[in-house]
């Protein structure tokens, strides 16, 4: 009964979270108060119109958009909404009027540009409540004049059901084309000198800033704790982690090597283990914790990591007060 009342809850809250999203784009007053208390820091918007990434610039974003229109009215449906513990999945269809600059007032009739469509966005649980890290609109139908300056629209937000007539299919690949993934300007040498950035300063020293300077907004964190994360959030997560478990810690690079957009390593961790760990208490013991770790790169930044971490002999050693857990015998079990 609780964990149905907790959910319960947690799907009202975001039910209002859309709601206030949508009645404040009518109401105006794009400010940082009102993005901080809608969006996570590593925000990813994708609009017919454009797209923006992160919580800074946010407000001139929509503001930006939204002045386009002398003033707007948003009517969305019942939102959707999956829960899954602290992340969450919703959805909702909209209708959209926009009236433009100089248009009579009602009773007169209005000049307007409508569309209609749909939302799908991801959110998260922070300290403050729900908030919104992905948010996405589809647009199925429009009617009337657009505004002045708007002389395209990102094709993969149109709900084309595989319907696009010849020119429209090129335009849309071409689209694809210019959304791919942004090319590192990385040397091989550049890649390495980031990555122990990441690991020093990020890792060894705990600071979570790291993940900002150094990952995209849009990082994926593949093998991790948790691979549902995306951002930034996700690398910090990793440190918060490592830093309630373990002191004294240092990674070090054994090997490195560079193909291109990706690049992989072979590092030990070199740490004291003070912390709860993969359900294991503090045993003060000294400890050594390898990985090969492949990354890829866009721009000057790290946007995606796959681990291949040994969890097996570093819980095998703290669970033996300190015994290696050594090779593995023909029946599968560490050798005596």
Known sequence: MTAEVARLTDVLSLRDLAGRYLAGLDEGGFDETWARSLFTEDIEMTFPVGSHRGLAGVSGFTTEIMARWGRTHHHGSETQVDVDGDRAELSWSLIASHVHHGSPLPPDPTQYFQLGGRFTGTARRTPGGWRFDRLRLRIVWTTGAVPRGVTQVDRQTLDTRGNLPPSAAASAATSAEENAPMPTTLTAD????????????????????????????????????????RGPEAFKHTIRIQQSAFSDIKYEILDFISMGDKAAIRWVMHGRHTGPFIGIQPTGLQVQHQAIIWFRFEGDRIAERWGIVDNFALQKFLQSGGRPAGP???????AA
Not at 197 to 213: I, N, T, Y
Not at 328 to 334: I, N, Q, S
């Open 328 to 334: 593995l015998t023909p029946a599968g079990k560490p």
């Open 190 to 229: 550049q890649q390495k000198e980031l990555i122990e950035k990441v690991f020093h300063e990020g890792l060894d020293l705990g600071d979570l800033s790291a993940a900002d300077r150094y990952l995209t907004a849009d990082f994926r964190n593949h093998g991790s704790h948790d691979d549902s994360m």
